[in-house]
């Protein structure tokens, strides 16, 4: 899953935001338990990315709550 910019995460519905957001915790949850375990990550700066989209999703929810439309 390729990093996701702030136009394309506004441009999804709040269901597929749900569901990339599930995916994207569940694909982080996998690699830090990967790292941690002391084994070595194919790309480790996958990790921070995934961090990062989550952040831009969380944000972007947070707007349309406040009933933001940027």
Known sequence: MPLMRMKEIR???????????????????KLRGVSKAGGSVENPGRIREIRKTIARILTVQAERRKGRSD
């Open 11 to 29: 441009d999804l519905t709040e269901d597929e935001m749900a569901r990339r957001l599930s995916e994207l915790r569940a694909e982080l949850f």
